[in-house]
């Protein structure tokens, strides 16, 4: 199972983005599939997660700014950030599990920043 993790870039505080992160290869499904995010100097944390059947779930500090989202016969997770502050400056990552493996992608960046 590949994931490829695209849409960051350089955004001003309160402006949005959509981060895709799209799984390929040979599987059955991927079931829980999530983002996580590292900022330097700091350990990765959870940002969002959500099951094959889309329930959801935030880390507090993203709440009520994300939304994560899934498209089963796409294999794709997405995760939209709203009023982003520079706080949410990271290398974002997303995670699928499949057949009891986890797999990640190669990280996109996000930079918030006037």
């Known amino acids: 199972v590949q994931l490829q993790a695209s849409g960051g870039g350089l955004v001003q505080p309160g402006a949005s983005l959509r981060l895709s992160c799209a799984a390929s290869?040979?599987?059955?499904?991927?079931?829980?599939m999530g983002w996580y995010r590292q900022a330097p100097g700091k350990q990765r944390e959870l940002v969002a997660s959500?099951?094959?059947?889309?329930?959801?779930n935030y880390a507090n500090s993203v709440q009520g700014r994300f939304t994560i989202s899934r498209d089963n016969a796409k294999a794709t997770v997405y995760l939209q950030m709203n009023s982003l502050k520079p706080e949410d400056t990271a290398i974002y990552y997303c995670?699928?599990?499949?057949?009891?493996?986890?797999?990640w992608g190669q990280g996109t960046l996000v930079t918030v920043s006037s």
């Open positions: 959500i099951t094959w059947g889309g329930t959801s």
């Open positions: 995670n699928g599990e499949s057949s009891g493996e986890n797999y």
């Open positions: 290869g040979r599987f059955f499904s991927i079931n829980d």
